[in-house]
């Protein structure tokens, strides 16, 4: 049986790692050091960590990978391959040729489509009918190894960015366990990139929340569902921040950011049609119905969002 080392962090790949331990052995567990985490910034193991301990893996948590010192490390275990998910660090050559059979990867899309650090909100932002997993070997380039297997699965009218995390986190792990087998006897040959079909989905930054009311009505339904639940979305009313959590799109044509009252319900004008907010927050207060927000604050209506 084929001696693994798992590399992960956060919880979209805790499904896989508990498949691998089901199904192989695995000798090792690769994950990001303890770090502060929630409004308390109390310091916390990852996901991945804590699957490792409860089933007494050994853990080790380099602050570099590529540096000496952890290449050691991890020469060590001596693994036949490298599973990696969501690590959080870019793994060199010399980190990547370590196995006998080198490293794989699953990662959150249908490669070369969406190649980078946010797919998951990249394919909702962008309007694709489909997303997937791809299982590829990995090379020292952002996501352009070889594919070894890919899963497509459709995009509910309604996906947010929680919903399909949650999705390909299970359908990564599935198809992981299913790929293995004929990767390492050789039946499962890797198979080159399109680069010339090639799409980046970068690291996202806080700021790409703040909703800018000049863009379409569609593109910010869009955004509000794939930043669902981080970095979530905001636009600024009377001085304060009022975070957007969902809502859905109408025809008609206002002014961007005017709240009115449209056809019985609250509208905000986009750069081409109107954005019905249905929950939102003002900050440091609870999550309301756009109904029970705008009960408390009539001013509400035919105000200028910014």
């Not at 998951?120 to 309007?127: E, K, L």
């Not at 950011?257 to 003002?282: C, K, M, N, S, W």
Request: overall charge neutral; hydrophobic content about 40%; some cysteine.
């Amino acid at each position: 049986m084929a001696q693994i080392v798992f590399m992960g962090t956060p919880e979209f790949a805790v499904p896989a790692l508990k498949l691998l331990i089901e199904h192989h052995t695995v000798i090792g567990v690769v994950t990001q050091p303890d770090r502060p985490a929630g409004r308390n910034r109390q310091i916390q193991q990852s996901p991945i960590k804590q699957v490792a301990l409860a089933h007494q893996i050994p853990v080790f948590q380099p602050e570099k990978i590529r540096r000496a010192e952890a290449i050691a490390e991890l020469k060590q275990w001596s693994p036949d391959v490298c599973v990696v998910a969501a690590f959080g660090q870019i793994l060199p050559q010399s980190v990547l040729d370590i196995p006998t059979h080198g490293s794989i990867n699953i990662h959150a899309s249908l490669l070369p489509r969406w190649r980078g650090a946010a797919p998951i909100q990249a394919v909702i932002r962008a309007g694709d009918a489909e997303s997937g997993i791809t299982i590829m070997k990995m090379d020292a380039g952002l996501d352009t190894g070889p594919i070894l297997t890919q899963r497509a699965i459709p995009l509910a009218p309604d996906e947010t960015g929680q919903s399909l995390h949650d999705k390909l986190s299970a359908v990564g792990g599935e198809l992981l366990i299913e790929t293995l087998p004929g990767y390492l006897n050789g039946t499962i040959s890797p198979q080159p990139q399109d680069d010339s079909l090639t799409t980046y989905a970068p690291t996202i930054k806080k700021e790409e929340g703040f909703i800018d009311w000049n863009q379409p009505a569609l593109a910010i339904e869009r955004l509000v569902r794939a930043f669902t639940p981080w970095p979530g979305t905001s636009t600024t009313w009377n001085g304060q921040q009022l975070k957007i959590h969902s809502g859905t799109i109408g025809t008609g044509q206002v002014a961007p950011g005017r709240v009115i009252e449209h056809q019985g319900r609250v509208a905000i004008g986009t750069g081409d049609g109107v954005f019905y907010p249905h929950q939102v927050q003002l900050a440091g207060k609870n999550t309301l119905t756009i109904q029970d927000f705008v009960k408390g604050r009539a001013d509400f209506l035919n105000s200028q969002l910014v």
